[in-house]
């Protein structure tokens, strides 16, 4: 009997053992795909005439866009000089106390470089991505706004588009053309957080389901 139940405890740690190793290259197999497919999005660009683009929060420097926030917004002011877009929509909210909104830097920054004001919604009060872009569509709403543009970097375009999908924008992507994230060294980062950003969505969806 010993040698049977022995025989029994071994079985079962072995098919433990199988159990998580398929578990584990599911995931590592979830994973490297999401990844590709992140990046392969990066190519994904429309034409198409939109009411207005909307310009994904990025950090600020006191009244100066960061590097990344300046490279979505000069994309933006490319697409409404070109008359594929008629309006900006710019989303973010303060990073910090005291620091001024990014929305609000980003509309300074669009006036300066020859966007009429008129042309310029914002929001102020987002922190995440999908809260750029609920709020946006708020806005959006209000301002009589049917079309978008999304405009942000091309890693994070996926995402963006999948949030934008779940919210039923009808939306388009335009990523930047140029970006901060030059190098792998910091393209790496990047992709490995919108990897993750993205793959708890997808759960999330399915819990929702």
């Known amino acids: 009997m010993e040698g049977k139940s022995r025989i029994r405890k071994i079985k079962s740690r072995r098919w433990l053992v199988i159990s998580i190793t398929l578990l584990v290259l599911l995931g590592v197999i979830w994973t490297l795909t ?19 683009a909307i310009i994904l929060g990025a950090a600020v420097e006191g009244d100066n866009p960061s590097p990344v926030f300046r490279e979505r917004i000069e994309h933006a002011i490319l697409l409404y000089r070109q008359g594929t877009i008629s309006h900006l929509l710019f989303t973010g909210g303060s990073g910090s106390a005291g620091e001024r909104a990014e929305a609000e830097v980003g509309r300074d920054y669009a ?26 569509l708020s806005v959006g709403k209000q301002a009589g706004f049917h079309t978008y543009t999304i405009v942000s970097d091309p890693l994070h375009m996926k995402r963006a588009m999948k949030l934008a999908s779940g919210l039923s924008m009808d939306a388009v992507p335009s990523p930047t053309r140029t970006t901060a994230y030059q190098t792998w060294r910091s393209q790496f980062p990047f992709l490995a957080r919108e990897t993750i950003l993205y793959m708890g969505y997808t759960v999330k969806e399915w819990i929702d389901g």
């Open 34 to 52: 999401t990844a590709s497919l992140i990046w392969t999005y990066t190519d994904e660009e429309s034409s198409r005439q939109s009411d207005a």
């Open 111 to 136: 006036v300066a470089h020859g966007v009429d004001p008129a042309d310029i919604q914002m929001e102020t009060e987002s922190r995440i991505t999908q809260e750029n872009l609920v709020n946006s």
